[in-house]
């Protein structure tokens, strides 16, 4: 089905096509529409014409009035003040409008298949490593981006960019050599926890073992270079270490609710057979050049302390490559090789300043140019309810794994409280839903840029901002549809409408857009207000207006319309952002 425009579209062109007809000499301008307390919608345009025109803007307001159509969505138009105009629109224009969005599966949400191809990087952890609280948010922030681009039509390429190269796998590989039995399983289903237990455990002797045995030390540095080189056997070990790693990573991610699929996983070493002749290409263009042995890019605008240029060295003075030489390649692979428009890093803030001078050293080298340009969703720390860094009481960085496990326990006792003939299994199951829905909610609600505070008391409420709020409108509303015996959904565009039936259908309206701007924007917290102000006016509706006892069967059906409404853009809404939305809490 085509996308179905909103009122605000529609009144917008409708204006637009006044202006034009009333004041030819104008040419094409804007009426700068928007939503008011006042009236539906307030234009603001003509103050801006009047002035160019040498004009009495009331006057010319009054003209433009006198040339909008008689039949369209508009009720009433008030010319106010020095020329504003207040717009009202009709019940029937709203009713008639979202009965349009009810008809379609994407409640009438535009999809343009040939927007693009966008590679995404995100969620990226580290082999061998735990995940911890400064891996949610790009994980979240991700995916919730993955959703919300795709549904606009946009060809996603997701990228897990994980560390799974360095010098430390010298150490790791080389203990497993002396100690080949440290990643066994006791049996062939292994968990995530059993195979970050491993990891772990061998992480901490071979650390011990490094810094206190000198010959370790350089048996470990000759089992560098035997990897980097390409040694089967080496590579063989190095490659357990990545699958044991996937084992545990997969069990977190399932966790927080997301699919991870294997050629999604692209890490550091999936571009080693690029490095050398991304180094030779930027040489021999002149962007990099030699400067005490390393190969270097240098900026105008990135000066350190004493003044003096920062650059980027791509390789190292010792023939190593450094993160930019990785980053590069993989910037030359997505563009020529997967074809991408644009490359979105969600990534944290901390890190502006390298993918700054990667993204300009790769637009001076014609990797990205005016049709292919990349973006850093750059995001901020999470911290304590103190304000500070998260860490636990003994001051270490807190497991990914354990906040997750403590949430679903939080929100089962939520549940449980308002549970109604609920089972102990359906109860886990809710559980899951609410405890991860409000810890990606907390994230997603904030703006990415800034830092946030990690409060499960408030994540858990069903006061206020949470996804658990908006999780309750969603089973509250489907519980009264259930309850609607042989009464269903149907618009009735002839049935008044109450003041915050109209307020509820207008922002219903919203959803198109506001996804449109967050796609476009990449600011997903948008879409977490809309919804949260659509569950705001529901509430303000469902207090106001009696559903299943209002006063005709027109108006049941009518109110039951917006109430089966509200429940699927909730649904949709919040299936975007990867949060879940159960039938009954």
């Known amino acids: 089905m085509a996308s179905v425009p909103s009122l605000a579209s529609t009144v917008q062109q409708q204006l637009a096509d006044a202006l034009s007809a009333a004041l030819p000499e104008a040419g094409a301008a804007d009426p700068l529409l928007r939503r008011s307390d006042r009236a539906d919608f307030q234009a603001n345009g003509i103050l801006a014409l009047a002035k160019k025109l040498k004009g009495n803007p009331r ?20 010319v106010s003040g020095p020329g504003f105009l207040n717009l009202t629109v009709s019940d029937e224009a709203i009713t008639r409008t979202l009965a349009a969005r009810a008809a379609d599966d994407r409640l009438g949400v535009p999809h343009a298949p040939d927007a693009g191809t966008t590679v995404i990087d995100y969620a990226q952890p580290n082999v061998a490593k735990e995940m911890h609280v400064g891996h949610l948010r790009s994980a979240v922030i991700g995916d919730a981006m993955v959703k919300i681009m795709e549904f606009a039509g946009e060809k996603v390429v997701r990228r897990h960019h ?42 901490k002797a071979a650390r011990a073992l490094f ?38 990573f997969y069990s977190v991610f399932n966790k927080l609710d997301m699919e991870i699929d294997d050629p999604d996983v692209v890490g550091e070493s999936g571009y080693n057979d690029m490095l050398d002749e991304t180094c030779r290409l930027l040489e021999e263009s002149g962007v990099a050049v030699r400067s005490e042995g390393a190969l270097c890019v240098f900026f105008d605008d990135v000066k350190g302390p004493d003044g003096n240029p920062v650059p980027l060295i791509v390789k190292k003075s010792n023939g190593g490559y450094g993160y930019a030489a990785t980053d590069l390649s993989a910037i030359r692979d997505r563009v020529g090789n997967l074809g991408a428009d644009t490359l979105l890093y969600v990534v944290d803030a901390r890190q502006s300043l390298h993918f700054k001078m990667v993204f300009e050293t790769a637009r001076r080298a014609g990797w990205l140019n005016d049709r292919v340009h990349a973006v850093q969703l750059a995001f901020g720390t999470v911290l304590g309810k103190d304000g500070k860094p998260f860490k636990t009481r003994e001051g ?16 089962a006792a939520v549940v449980r409280e308002k549970a109604q003939d609920l089972t102990e299994d359906e109860i886990a199951e809710r559980a899951a839903q609410v405890g991860i829905g409000a810890i990606k909610y907390a994230d997603l609600s904030t703006s990415a840029s800034r830092d946030y505070k990690f409060d499960l008391d408030q994540m858990v409420s069903l ?3 949470t996804s658990v709020y908006l999780q309750y409108a969603y089973a509250r509303i489907r519980s009264i549809l259930r309850k609607a015996g042989e009464a269903r959904p149907v618009a009735h565009p002839e049935t008044a409408l109450a003041p915050a039936e109209r307020a509820l259908g207008l922002h219903l309206d919203q959803f198109g857009e506001t996804l449109a701007d967050v796609a476009a924007s990449y600011e997903p917290h948008k879409l977490a207000a809309y919804l949260y102000q659509l569950a705001s006016h529901y509430t303000t509706f469902y207090s106001e207006c009696p559903v299943l006892k209002a006063d005709t069967p027109e108006q049941v059906e009518n109110r039951l319309f917006l109430c089966n409404l509200t429940a699927r853009t909730l649904h949709l809404g919040m299936g975007l952002l990867g949060i879940r939305t159960p039938e009954r809490l």
């Open 59 to 78: 006057e010319l307001a009054t003209k433009v009035v006198a040339a909008v159509p008689q039949d369209g969505p508009l009720k009433d138009i008030e």
């Open 162 to 203: 994980i560390g799974d190269w360095g010098t430390q796998f010298g150490m790791l590989i080389q203990y497993l050599i002396e100690h080949p039995h440290e990643l066994d399983h006791k049996d062939a289903d292994v968990s995530g926890e059993e195979a970050m237990s491993n990891l772990n455990r061998l992480y």
């Open 211 to 248: 810094d206190s045995d000198e010959e370790f030390k350089a048996r470990s540095r000759d089992r560098v270079v035997a990897l980097q080189s390409g040694d089967e056997e080496t590579l063989a070990l190095w490659q357990r270490f990545v699958d044991e790693s996937k084992i545990y």
């Open 396 to 411: 270490e960085t807190v497991r990914l794994v354990d906040l997750l496990d403590e949430a679903i326990d939080r929100a």
């Open 463 to 465: 006061n206020g901002d």
